[in-house]
């Protein structure tokens, strides 16, 4: 069982940048991939950023690739995700996922714990 706990949302300007952080509970948090999704008022949920377990292997949305930066400290439990440049469309609450299965990194199926998600907000 991993528990995770996101924090670092807020409200920004456009061009601003934010850090989210996804604090991991349990010992086995080195052997999960970990993910980054968001959602924003009256559209699904989607993909942002996805890292292996060793954090040599990161994945990107294209609509965040070259402006966000996923990375994790196993000695921490903890994953983050780095956002530069925000954009009035990166208005969402962002969550953290857990896991590495099927077709990892991409589809939220396979992903097995959830945070309770971070509210980020980018003003034009």
């Known amino acids: 069982q991993v528990q995770l706990v996101e924090a670092g949302g807020g409200l920004v300007q456009a061009g601003g940048s934010l850090r989210l952080s996804c604090a991991a509970s349990g010992r086995t948090f080195s052997s999960y991939a970990m993910g980054w999704f968001r959602q924003a008022p009256g559209k699904e949920r989607e993909f942002v950023a996805a890292?292996?377990?060793?954090?040599?292997?990161?994945y990107y949305a294209d609509s965040v690739k070259g402006r966000f930066t996923i990375s994790r400290d196993n000695a921490k439990n903890t994953v983050y995700l780095q956002m530069n440049s925000l954009k009035p469309e990166d208005t969402a609450v962002y969550y953290c996922?857990?896991?590495?299965?099927?077709?990892?990194?991409?589809?939220?199926?396979?992903?097995?714990?959830w945070g309770q998600g971070t509210q980020v907000t980018v003003s034009s």
């Open positions: 890292i292996s377990w060793s954090g040599g292997n990161t």
């Open positions: 996922a857990a896991g590495g299965s099927g077709s990892w990194p991409r589809s939220h199926l396979s992903y097995n714990y």
